[in-house]
């Protein structure tokens, strides 16, 4: 089992940037860690992911040119890096892990995830 826990989330104004980071524990992490959102009244969105050795990297429509997903193996670290923030960012973030070799965009693909953490970002 893989423990996933936020950390980062608060309350910013629009253009602020702001750093997410997602400590793992437990058995190997996930060869593919990601970050989702969502917010009040709407599907979880895939945010961002990536594999352990950052081969591959996928980001969604909303993240590209403003968020960066990192990862330090050796710590067991997931980080998102969110810049030019908007109001429409609003919303709760997870982390999650999956156990398959590739990076996938649906929120089903994931095994694993943690409990979120809030951003709010004000106009």
């Known amino acids: 089992q893989v423990q996933l826990v936020e950390s980062g989330g608060g309350l910013v104004q629009a253009e602020d940037s702001l750093r997410l980071s997602c400590a793992a524990s437990?058995?190997?992490?996930?060869?593919?860690m990601g970050w989702f959102r969502q917010a009040p009244g709407k599907e979880r969105e895939f945010v961002a992911a990536m594999t352990r050795s950052g081969g591959e990297t996928l980001y969604g429509d909303s993240a590209k040119g403003r968020f960066t997903i990192s990862r330090d193996n050796a710590k067991n670290m997931v980080y998102l890096q969110m810049n030019s923030l908007k109001p429409e960012d609003t919303a709760v973030y997870y982390c999650?892990?999956?156990?398959?070799?590739?990076?996938?965009?649906?929120?089903?693909?994931?095994?694993?995830w943690g409990q979120g953490t809030q951003v709010t970002v004000s106009s």
């Open positions: 437990g058995r190997t992490v996930s060869d593919v």
């Open positions: 999650a892990g999956s156990d398959t070799l590739v990076v996938l965009t649906t929120a089903r693909a994931y095994d694993y």
